[in-house]
């Protein structure tokens, strides 16, 4: 495996970064996840758009022009042999003496792996449904930027996987539900209705969320943009969340609330063909 780190292919074993990396010590950084399905990137401008957005939200300096970055992409993906898996990019603010204001005339860095992903395991997966936990959303009031600090997302998909689930909602104050530690998170409510929280500072605006949305408003199927509470999340008719690794993965099981029947819903089924449809089409 090869990674690219601040201007060298290096074999990923021999990769690093200096101990005075601001995302080392402050996880003063942002990062992407580009799903590589054979061969092409998914959603790769959505991906920039949000990676340049969280940049510009923390007055990060680009590492470099959007042009040059995607060549950077396409010889990661090139080099390491990838047809279906990952790429992963990260940009921290540089690397300098340990303070925390921002340091001047340092250039920030960027880091890029990329990984296979077992298409067959996922389809299995989606076919068997995921079960989820509830916990409460400990993160702070950016969740729109897509930050490398994500200890409590670790603390909650942890806790999920302790408990034998694949996922964690998580649940704000008010008894709603935000979102996954690292999906967007979805019901099909008991009146046959597709809901998903609208984007805001409380979420971060999914790429597959997006997708999903525009590809059923194409095809004229109803959809709700609201917030959704834990209450209609263990009575709903369906769950799924969408992620770019995950696409659209029905849940089965709530807490201890099984949903439906126990197998993958209708909706979330036809929801994912839509979406694998939607990739496939894509360029
Ligand atoms: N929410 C969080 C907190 C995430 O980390 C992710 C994964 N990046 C998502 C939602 C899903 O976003 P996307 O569809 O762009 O992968």
């Known amino acids: 495996r090869i990674a690219y780190v601040n201007g060298q292919y290096l074999p990923h074993r021999e990769a690093s970064v200096h101990i005075e990396d601001r995302g080392y010590q402050f996880a003063d950084g942002v990062y992407e996840v580009v799903t590589i399905v054979g061969g092409r990137m998914i959603d790769e401008e959505g991906h ?15 590492p470099m022009k959007r042009e040059p970055l995607k060549m950077v992409m ?35 860095a960027l880091v890029m ?11 299995k997966t989606a076919q068997k ?8 959303d400990i993160r702070w009031t950016r969740r729109d930027i897509k930050s490398v ?13 302790d408990k034998g689930a694949y996922e964690a909602f998580q649940v704000d104050e008010d008894g709603m539900v935000t979102e996954g530690s690292s999906t967007n998170a979805w019901i099909v409510s008991k009146e046959g ?27 004229g199927i109803e959809l709700e943009l609201r917030s959704f509470s834990v209450d209609e999340l263990h009575s709903a008719r369906e769950v799924f969340l969408t992620s770019s690794t995950s696409y659209v993965l029905p849940v089965v099981k709530v807490d201890d609330k099984v949903i439906g ?17 939607f990739m496939s089409s894509s360029a």
Do not use: C
Not at 48 to 62: G, I, K, N, Q, Y
Not at 113 to 123: C, D, G, H, P, Q
């Open 48 to 62: 920039l758009d949000r990676l340049w957005r969280s940049m510009d939200e923390l007055r990060m300096d680009a």
């Open 74 to 108: 396409r010889e990661v993906v090139r080099q390491n042999g990838i047809r279906d898996g990952i790429i992963y990019l990260q940009v921290t603010r540089g690397v300098a003496p340990r303070d925390h204001p921002f340091p001047k005339d340092t250039p920030s």
């Open 113 to 123: 792996t990329a990984k296979r992903l077992s298409m067959e395991k996922a389809a």
């Open 129 to 136: 449904g995921i079960s989820v936990i509830t916990v409460p």
């Open 149 to 161: 600090s994500l200890l409590p997302n670790v603390l909650a998909k942890q806790e999920a996987k």
């Open 193 to 219: 209705k597709i809901i998903t929280r609208p984007v805001s500072n409380s979420i971060l605006a999914g790429i597959t969320r997006a997708s999903l949305i525009r590809e059923l408003e194409k095809q």
């Open 261 to 277: 029947n126990g197998h993958p819903g209708l909706i979330s089924q036809k929801l994912r063909a839509i979406y694998e449809q």
